[in-house]
Structures are given as C-alpha cells and as structure tokens.
C-alpha cells in the first residue's frame, strides 16, 4: 500500500493506494468517530462495490445508509444535491456523521459538495472509482455541482478527511473511461515530471493492462504531483493553473459541443496536442521534445473532430470559459518534456490556424512534429 499525505495544516489527509477495499474499515475508523454515514454512489458502481464498502464500514461500527444517484453529469445538480440532503436528514445524520463518496468525479464532487454545505460542512471520505477521479478529481478538495449555464459553477474549496483508492476496481471501468483518465495521467508527466514521463513511455503497454504494480506507480506519482501543487496553491492563485494544460482548448471543444461528443480526458488530449503545436509554431519548444510528446499522446489516442465543428465556433466557447483572465486567454505551453510555461498574449489570430488544422486534418498530420 502506498500511503500520500497531503499536507494542508489542520485540512490535512491521507491518500492510501491499494489494490482492494480490504482494510479500509480499519483505516477509516482511524479517520473518523464511529457514527453514521450516508454512502453515496451511482448505479452503475453501487452494484459493483456498493455492498463490499457497506460491510466494511458496518463491521468497523458505522451505520450506514446508501444513496444511489442516476450515473452521469446530469446528476451533477443542485436537484440531486438537494435528494441527498433530504436522505442525510431522514437517516438522522448530524454534525458528527460522515458523507462516502463512492464512484467516479461525479458522485466525488456531487457528495462532496453535499458534505460541504450539510449542517455547514459534515466531514467526507472518497473512495474513487475511475482513474480520472484517483489521480485528478479526489486530489484537491474542489467539489461543485453544475448550472444550467455552466459548469461547476456552484462549489467549494473542501478537502476530505481521507481518500482510498482500491486500483482493482478499474478492471470494470469502461477502456474509454479509462483513457480519457490516461490523457490527465501523461498530462501530470507533461507539466512537471519527466521521470513519470519516462515511466509512462517505458511501461505503457503494462499500465494499459492494468498491471496492479505499474497502476499503483503511476497513480501515486500523480497524486503526489497533484498534491504538492494543491499544497503551494490551495486555492488556485497561481501555479495550480499548469494543471490546465489542455484545458484552455479542451474544455471549449466540450463545451462546443454540448459535452455530448467528448469525454473530459479525450477533449483535453485534443488540447494538449494542439498545445504542442502552438509552442513548437513559436519556438517555445524544440522539435526532439515535441515529439516525444506527440508520441505518448498518440499512444493515449486521439478523438477526431466531429464533423461540422467550425472554428470560430470553439473560439467563442474559449472566450467564455470562467478560468479566463479578463479579456485574455490564457494558455499553458510545453517548453519541454515535464515543463510548461503560462502564455497570455496569443490572439485569435494565433489559435484559430491549429484550431483549424484540428477540425480539418488528420491524427497522423496532428501527431507528428512537422
Ligand atoms: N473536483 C475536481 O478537481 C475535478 C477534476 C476533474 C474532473 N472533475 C469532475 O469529474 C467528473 C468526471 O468524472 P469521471 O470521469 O470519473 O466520470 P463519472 O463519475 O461520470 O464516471 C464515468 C462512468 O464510469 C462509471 N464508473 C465509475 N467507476 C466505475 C467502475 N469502477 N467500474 C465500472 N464503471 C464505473 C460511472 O458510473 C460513469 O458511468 C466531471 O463532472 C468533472 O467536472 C472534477
Ligand atoms: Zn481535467
């Protein structure tokens, strides 16, 4: 077991990495007082582990009543926020008793946010299930529902009391979602660790099929990345925004597209893909490692555009995204393999081309560095 401490003064916790739930009880019971607990998951994981967690906590003295959400971001409201609230109130659940989120970045942000604004705030332990919420989502304490007219905009800053992350349980996780949580794993290698990149180039093949001791590896570098940035930067002033690199171009393609075409990681793999192009364009980056990039990229997969997408179209969505500085975008360059840099002064007239270059060509133009 890999333990990953995430030091924020009195919010500090713990990330235990293990291969099953077996022993979390113990663990949890060291976390917190016995008491009750509202196990929040989704349909399509309750079936899956919901059972296997609820003994466990039962056995270390929990009670425990289990929530179980429709699967998806639809349930990422203030409606299902408020089905929780009413299920935490008729189980009797008061300032000493825990939320248990169990299942990917929706339950973790939906239970999150529910723990966080529950009788103002009742503590909560992640148990996540896909390898987009191990390494990214469970790591830094943001929770937030979304709005009709956007995204997470209803949220905190919450940090849990512990997070565990059993590795077997990505052997039921969709391959898709598992790469979409791949492209925020090279991701973490691309902005600040070139020996996570070297693993990943070296043990691809292994962490692709799920080799328990490779994933355990990998996982618990990245959320040791994320965890010393979270640590210098709680609440996102500064150099919590590398952590955007792929997001500036990503989450407008989602966004342009009505988050029905792309999965987060598959859309931020486009980002970063053209993000390479952008430095390499101004010289911020040179070729060798430009290619190295691409190649890893490559080896995640990328999505082709969807048909009919037009540029201006992804611009517009990029001008409205709420991480924007005033009127400028902000984007996050490689300068090279585990190093990027923030870059404000692109125009339109700077991104549009590779914008372009993406809805109009093809993966091999887009993966090689000519
Ligand atoms: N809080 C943060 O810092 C942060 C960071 C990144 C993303 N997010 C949020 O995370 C969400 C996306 O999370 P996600 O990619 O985990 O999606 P998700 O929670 O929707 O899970 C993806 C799908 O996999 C299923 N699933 C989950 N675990 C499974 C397993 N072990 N076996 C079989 N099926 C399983 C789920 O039911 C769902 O259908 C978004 O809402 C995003 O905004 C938050
Ligand atoms: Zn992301």
């Known amino acids: 077991m890999e333990t990953i401490k995430v030091p924020l003064k009195e919010r500090s916790y713990e990330i235990r990495i293990a291969h099953s739930f077996e022993s979390f009880g113990d663990v949890v019971r060291s976390a917190l007082p016995a008491g009750r607990t509202l196990l929040v998951s989704d349909e399509n994981v309750h079936p899956l582990y919901g059972d296997t967690v609820r003994s466990l906590l039962e056995q270390a003295g929990f009670h425990v009543t289990p929530a179980v959400i429709p699967a998806g971001e639809e349930s990422k409201t203030l409606a299902q926020a408020d089905a929780l609230y009413t299920a935490a109130i008729t189980a009797g659940l008061d300032r000493g008793s825990a939320v248990i989120a169990l299942g990917g970045g929706v339950v973790g942000d939906l239970a999150g946010f529910v723990a966080a604004t529950y009788m103002r705030g009742v503590p909560y332990i992640q148990l996540p299930t896909t390898l987009l919420s191990q390494v990214d989502s469970s790591v830094g304490g943001k929770v937030a529902v979304n709005h009709r007219l956007g995204k997470n905009l209803i949220g905190a800053f919450y940090q849990p009391r512990l997070v565990w992350i059993a ?128 190649k890893l990229f490559a080896r995640v997969g990328l999505k082709t555009a969807p048909p009919g997408l037009a540029a201006q179209e992804v611009l517009a969505a990029m001008q409205q995204d709420k991480k924007r500085v005033g009127e400028r975008l902000v984007f996050i360059l490689p300068v090279a393999v585990g190093q990027v840099r923030t870059c404000d002064y692109l125009t339109a007239e700077d991104i549009l081309p590779v914008i372009r270059r993406y809805l109009t060509g093809t993966a091999e133009d887009l993966l090689t560095c000519e």
Request: charged letters at 25%.
């Open 167 to 294: 590795t077997d349980v990505l052997r039921t996780l969709p391959v898709r979602e598992f790469l979409s949580g791949a492209a925020e794993v090279v991701k973490y290698g691309a902005i600040m660790s070139e020996s996570l990149f070297c693993l990943l180039e070296e043990k691809w093949e292994a962490f692709r099929s799920l080799d328990n001791r490779v994933l355990t590896g990998v996982i618990a570098a990245c959320c040791r990345l994320k965890a010393r940035v979270v640590a210098e930067d709680e609440r996102e002033q500064g150099l919590r925004a590398i952590l955007n690199f792929g997001h500036t171009i990503g989450h407008a393609l989602e966004a342009a597209t009505a988050y029905r075409y792309y999965l987060h990681g598959e859309a931020v793999l486009a980002g970063m893909v053209l993000a390479v192009h952008l430095a390499l364009a101004r010289g911020l980056l040179g070729r060798e490692d430009g290619a190295r990039l691409l």
